[in-house]
């Protein structure tokens, strides 16, 4: 029993807050279980946890059939999972449970290696849910969360979106009565939708199409009201009052009555190994997005997270998934939408939620039996529709259209070929992203003033020099293989479109370079041969101190001058002016000929500016 003593100002006992630490979101303290649980906000927390009921229960029966499992799967997956991941989370508003996304995944996958309902697919999804715990725990340990972020919003929308309208099918076919295989590929199922109109339901459609609308006006009209238990008790009486199920159709059927049992997946090492790729789409896929909305939430309610305590979280969930007949356990955006409208700020309603579930395994199954499908269908594809990112296609269209067409191929070859390709894939393109724009940083010749506040201004024409004989160039960007090439290039160029008077000095402002690698070195040497066959010193600036030692080590800086400043290094290499010169500008004898390129427009802004080259 979890006994909590409640004071009258003070968090519970339970939820001793922690402080924000290292960049990585780490905290210094220790946050406890219930973090932010107060006497004053005991009621509405518990009354969050009520509805939370009412809206996961229903939702976990339609994603288990999502992922061809019964419906004690999902029922199970808010017990013991939802417990653990409530207790472990540093997140004090993200709900744990399985969602469409990761159902998908699971019908997709497991489906290929057993038959759908069967109990080896069960316990192959059982394996899967525990591979994917694993996987989580050890992200945590070694501290990977960061991989997650190479899968970009573009990749994420476009991997989403395509499970979402794969799962709609299947959803649209429950609501029609049509009988299709949800375990098939996309093109599969819309063919056997089609062959299957014949033999359309006509009470499945009514009850279906009433759904929808209720879902859909009443969410609109009274948001915070649970439409999808609702739905579910209305169509449950209809069907039972009018024994629309002898007329064909299809309901949710006996539910067996008991709480979950530990038990353990026995498979061959051949199904897990087939296992893991599809666990490792589960995984990156649940640590994007339980990252991203966990991070949003927490700086939206001013309280601090643990991104690596979340993927712990997300871990001992899954594992406990595994080991009590359930599957994958993800992030539920939605229903953290939901807390989050209920003024829910803590985790009490998650184990509200599983102390309402267990009651009904124990004393309710039997009001299951009779639940139509074509309703839990209906509940199912409004869920999902926003997951399809209509809205967020367009965005992209109209901001970039590069990433635009990074979600469209990622959505169609999720869809059209699979959700392990469109994983794959995914990281492909997002490497590719990040090569093209890091194979085109900014590469800047600078004006005399060094002043990080006016590197912004005009752009200096081809041709233009820093300081007479002198150019600065500026590389805003660690060198690495995709750029190392260009920026030694770009450098040459900066030198040849001068003219005369001649460079004899070149100097590389390293403020922004933090990193090299050796394809880079290796450009670096060609352009330090180049210069000394042209009879230019290279000299270096700002070099940061921590990147210091590492591009000593690569050989880009070694006994060339290092100055602190760009001014340093102009006035360290700018010849003194003889006495001659001197007499002639005091007594304005100089032509246009002693001025150096620009110099009038250096004169009058002394700042910097940028000429990418």
Request: contains cysteine; glycine residues 8%; hydrophobic residues 55%.
């Amino acid at each position: 029993m979890l006994v909590v003593a409640i004071t009258e100002s003070a968090p519970l006992a339970l939820g001793a807050r922690c402080t924000r630490g290292s960049a990585d979101g780490e905290g210094v303290g220790v946050q406890k279980p219930l973090a932010g649980l107060h006497r004053r906000n005991l009621a509405r927390e518990l009354l969050a946890g009520v509805t939370l009921i009412a809206i996961a229960i229903p939702l976990n029966i339609g994603y288990a059939q999502i992922a061809g499992l019964p419906a004690t799967a999902g029922l199970y997956a808010l017990v013991v999972p939802t417990i653990l991941y409530a207790l472990v989370v540093s997140s004090r508003q993200v709900v744990g449970s399985p969602d469409a996304a990761a159902a998908a995944l699971v019908a997709s996958s497991v489906g290929g290696l057993a038959v759908a309902g069967s109990a080896n697919y069960a316990t192959l999804a059982m394996a899967q849910a525990v591979i994917c715990g694993v996987l989580f725990a050890a992200l945590a340990v070694f501290k990977l969360g960061f991989l997650a972020n190479f899968l970009s919003k573009p990749i994420l929308v476009g991997f989403v979106g395509g499970l979402a309208l794969g799962i709609l099918v299947s959803q649209l076919a429950k609501m029609l009565g049509v009988h299709i295989d949800s375990g098939a590929e996309f093109i599969e199922k819309t063919g056997q939708l089609v062959a299957g109109l014949g033999t359309v339901n006509g009470w499945s459609v009514a009850i279906a199409a009433a759904s929808v609308a209720v879902l859909l006006i009443g969410r609109r009209l009274l948001p915070a009201v649970p439409w999808a238990l609702i739905v579910l008790v209305i169509a449950t009486v209809v069907v039972v009052s009018t024994r629309a199920d002898q007329a064909g159709v299809n309901v949710l059927g006996e539910v067996p009555a008991g709480p979950p049992t530990l038990t353990w997946p026995v498979i061959s090492w051949a199904e897990w190994l087939a296992l893991v790729p599809s666990a490792i789409a589960i995984t990156m896929v649940t640590v994007a997005e339980g990252l991203l909305v966990a991070r949003s939430y927490a700086d939206k309610r001013h309280y601090p997270t643990s991104p690596n305590r979340d993927l712990l979280a997300f871990g001992v969930a899954n594992i406990a998934a595994g080991a009590s007949a359930s599957f994958s356990v993800g992030s539920s955006t939605s229903r953290t939408a939901a807390m989050d409208q209920a003024g829910s700020r803590t985790q009490l309603p998650s184990l509200i939620l599983a102390g309402g579930t267990l009651l009904l395994l124990l004393f309710g199954t039997a009001l299951l039996a009779d639940i139509p499908s074509p309703a839990i269908g209906a509940i199912v594809a409004v869920a999902i529709l926003p997951l399809l990112g209509i809205r967020d296609f367009v965005a992209l269209w109209r901001l970039d259209r590069f990433e635009f067409w990074i979600a469209a191929v990622c959505f169609l070859v999720t869809l059209l070929i699979g959700s392990i390709p469109g994983i794959l894939v995914a990281f492909v393109l997002a490497l590719v992203n990040l090569a093209k724009r890091a194979a085109n940083p900014a590469i800047d010749v600078l004006a005399r003033n060094d002043n990080p506040a006016d590197s912004l201004l005009d752009e200096a024409p081809a041709g233009a020099v820093t300081a007479p004989g002198i150019i600065v160039v500026r590389m805003a960007a660690p060198l690495f293989f995709a750029n190392g090439t260009i920026f030694t290039e770009s450098v040459k160029k900066a030198v040849t479109s001068v003219g005369q008077p001649a460079v004899r000095h070149v100097v590389i402002d390293m403020e922004a370079v933090t990193d090299v690698d050796v394809t880079a070195a290796e450009a670096f040497d060609g352009l330090r041969d180049w210069l000394d066959q042209h009879h230019i010193r290279l000299s270096f600036s700002r070099v940061r101190s921590g990147a210091l030692p590492r591009l000593r080590h690569f050989g880009i800086i070694r006994d060339a001058p290092v100055y602190p400043t760009n001014r340093d290094a102009i006035a360290a290499l700018t010849p003194r002016e003889r006495w001659t010169d001197k007499l002639r500008h005091r007594f304005g004898l100089a032509t246009h000929l002693d001025d150096p390129p620009h110099s009038k427009r250096h004169a009058q802004s002394d700042n910097i500016t940028n000429r990418s080259v």
